[in-house]
Structure formats: C-alpha cells, structure tokens
C-alpha cells in the first residue's frame, strides 16, 4: 500500500537524523500523476491526508497543499525515468555542501561504489524556482543524487527505498568526510579498497 510505503520511509529519515520533525518531503510518481507529502507535514508521522495527489504536468485544487519543492519533483519526473524521489536535509551533507566546490566525493569505500561523486548545485532563488528545478533533474539524469548547497538534497530512483538508500549512503559519507577534516586529514579522491 502506498501510504505504508511512504510512512516506512518517513519514519526511517527521522530515525537516522536525515530530516528534522517537519522538514523534507517524499513523493512517488503514477503516472501523468504524483503523489507528494502535503505542505509542512511531519514525515515520522504520517496519515492518509498527507499525500498530496496532482499533475505532474499542471496544477490542480490539490496543488497549492504540496511543499514548495514541487517544482523539483515535477521536473525530476519531466526529465527522467525516475519513479520516487526524495528530499532531505542531511547535517553533515549541509555542512560538506558549504565547503564543497561544484561536487563532494565520498572517501569510503561503500559510499564511493554507490555515489562516485554528487554534484553541488548553489541555488540562487529558493527551492521554488524553475531554474534551480530543471538543475537538480538535469544533474539527476546521470546521478543518483544531487546535493543544494546549504540547504538538502534530492535523490532518485524507482523506489522510495532506492532513494533513501542513497540519503543515506550520502549522509554517512559526509559524516565521514566531516571525520577526516576534525582528524585534519585530507580527503583522497581514490579510495582505498581491500579486505
Ligand atoms: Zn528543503
């Protein structure tokens, strides 16, 4: 069922401190249709009038209950074969994005196999403009997720949970990095792999 897949979801993002209590937003595409959490909803507790239903393409009497981000997932939708996808502001991601240069790449091993580099896209009007949309879904086109400097990120696939593998891989990577540079030791962009 569509709702338990989302509540899932939503409570592991708050679980694993990728999302605060009213942060983030999750959707799953159906479609010409999508179905997006509702505007300032608490994603570790949702019920059934927390999914929002609308276009993909246009808006309807739905559309003014969905996060401003919607403008994102539409165009991840528009521009990709993408399925779900996922925003969340991880801390060590936000942190790493407001250091980083145009990508971050994870050092560890696991996360480098998965996520080989993330792009950094800076957004110069809010979450709700067309041009900081049609970014994120372009990077999305050949990434599995894409990092907004200081603010969170999207990330996409066929299933909620693919998506949320990703949140989370990133956000491990980054606490990783985070590590390294308390450590004082700098980042290789070739991990070491082995036993
Ligand atoms: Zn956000």
Same mark, same amino acid.
């Given at each position: ?51 929002? !239903? ?13 996060? !401003? ?10 521009? %990709? ?21 145009? +990508? ?19 957004? +110069?009007?809010?979450?709700? %403009? ?11 086109? %050949? ?37 390294? +540079? ?14």
């Amino acid at each position: 069922m569509l709702l338990t897949q989302f509540q899932t979801v939503g409570r592991d993002l708050f679980a694993r401190e990728l999302i605060s209590s009213h942060s983030g937003n999750m959707s799953v595409r159906m479609g010409a249709k999508l179905f997006i959490t509702r505007r300032g909803c608490m994603l570790n507790n949702l019920c059934d009038p927390d999914l929002v !239903e609308t276009g993909i393409g246009k808006n309807d009497r739905a559309t003014p209950l969905a996060p !401003e981000e919607i403008a994102v997932h539409r165009a991840i939708y528009r521009l %990709t074969p993408s399925l779900a996808v996922i925003h969340a502001h991880p801390p060590h991601a936000i942190a790493i994005s407001l250091a980083a240069e145009r +990508k971050i790449v994870p050092n560890d091993a696991e996360g480098h196999s998965l996520l080989p580099d993330v792009p950094v896209i800076r957004a +110069k009007g809010g979450a709700k %403009t067309a041009g900081l949309a049609d970014e994120v879904a372009a990077a999305l086109k %050949t990434h599995r997720i894409v990092m907004v400097s200081g603010h969170g990120c999207f990330a996409a696939g066929q299933l909620l949970e693919e998506a949320f593998q990703c949140t989370i891989s990133f956000e491990e990577s980054c606490r990783i990095l985070c590590l390294l +540079k308390s450590l004082g030791v700098k980042p290789s962009l070739r991990p070491q792999f082995g036993a």
